[in-house]
């Protein structure tokens, strides 16, 4: 079964602060992996999207890393800001009829002044 | 640019009413996607469409929830006879090819919020 776990669970990190949230996939045969960011009471918004054969990518302060061999991903968030509180949501395609996507449950990031 | 259009943005139903959600793609979008969120939990997939066509419904609750996606009209999920499990806020995305390049990219609309008394 398709499965995607995210840890931590939730976080509160003070503002300035780094830190990185984990994804870890069984999604087989594997596609492709997005990390959206859903602030509260709206859609989710697509930060980056790796494929097999990207280990790296980076939007803005947002830089998302993928091993493939071990089925990995990290978000690092680079000096955190008040924006920056939402749920961090990482998402695994898998190659397959209709291209389906598995979500993981989400890290709700909280970050404090 | 332009959005996702998700209405009404929130659905109050009884117990056994019918429930009926709209979606508007961005325009020139081939992909329609919907997700149930509840209790913001993870988001389970539902059904998604290639224009006017179901290009999977292995998500799709076989005996209540129907959608479609017709030309020119915005795409519908419908719930016959809701229950209170289906409380939950109903995603749409849209995106302009099928989500298999990292070019892809998937825009969602702001959610329908469904609650069922």
């Known amino acids: 079964k398709n499965q995607v776990e995210q840890s931590p669970q939730s976080l509160i990190i003070l503002e300035g602060k780094n830190c990185t949230l984990q994804?870890?996939?069984?999604?087989?045969?594997?596609?492709?992996l997005r990390w959206y960011k859903q602030d509260t009471g709206r859609g989710p918004v697509s930060l980056t999207i790796?494929?097999?054969?990207?280990n790296t990518k980076s939007n803005g302060r947002y830089t998302a890393t993928l091993d493939a061999d071990t089925k990995q991903s990290s978000l690092h968030i680079t000096a955190s800001q008040l924006s920056d509180s939402a749920s961090y949501i990482c998402v695994v395609s898998a190659l397959n009829a209709g291209n389906m996507l598995t979500f993981g449950g989400g890290t709700r990031l909280m970050v404090k002044p | 640019g332009e959005e996702v259009a998700q209405t009404p943005k929130h659905l109050v139903r009884g117990e056994g009413q019918k429930a009926k959600l709209y979606c508007a793609p961005i325009?020139?979008?081939?992909?329609v996607f919907w997700y149930q969120q509840v209790l913001k939990n993870e988001f389970k997939f539902l059904i998604s469409?290639?224009?006017?066509?179901?290009?999977?419904e292995t998500g799709m609750p076989k005996e209540r929830f129907s959608a479609k996606c017709l030309p020119n009209s915005p795409c519908s999920l419908e719930i016959q006879a809701t229950k209170l499990e289906d409380s939950a806020v109903y995603f749409c995305?849209?995106?302009?090819?099928?989500?298999?390049?990292?070019?892809?990219?998937?825009?969602f609309g702001p959610g329908t919020r469904l609650t069922v008394l």
């Open positions: 325009k020139g979008h081939s992909y």
């Open positions: 469409f290639q224009n006017e066509n179901v290009f999977d």
């Open positions: 995305a849209s995106s302009q090819w099928s989500l298999t390049s990292s070019t892809d990219t998937q825009y």
């Open positions: 790796m494929t097999f054969s990207e």
């Open positions: 994804c870890n996939y069984t999604v087989s045969p594997f596609s492709n």
